[in-house]
């Protein structure tokens, strides 16, 4: 994306040394881009909002071109005998889903399990062109 003009609103990671290792590749333009805890929180999802505010506001846009969500969904996988024990996880699937409704991007793409891609069907009428503005990682 970046070496197509894209510039990153914000990137969130719940593992703070996953951040770091995006801040330190310099993903995102402003240093309050990076989100570091769980983005189902109220206070991560207020930062993430404050942020596509900013760029609004400063960059004079709509609402952000992409998003780009890889939420964990072991428990929905096939493979995965331990599937009880990710409910927590799971729920970020849902979350990438509302936080992608609630801003309303051109477009998205999820890096999700294949048995839950029938719940995501309904959100494609949301995609369309792609300009330069995104936000990396919900």
Known sequence: FKQNGFECIATNEILTKR????????K???DTGYLDGDISTKEIK???FTEIKKWQTEHKISEPDVIVATPPCQGMSVANH????ELTRNSLVVE???ITK????K???FLINGQYDNSSKSYRSMGGFVRK???FGC
């Open 28 to 30: 995102c333009k402003y």
């Open 107 to 109: 477009f998205f793409i």
């Open 46 to 48: 207020n930062k993430l």
């Open 82 to 85: 331990k599937k009880n024990q």
């Open 96 to 98: 990438s889903i509302k």
């Open 19 to 26: 951040l770091k290792i995006q801040a330190f590749n310099n």
């Open 133 to 135: 503005y995104l936000l």
């Open 102 to 105: 609630e801003v309303n991007p």
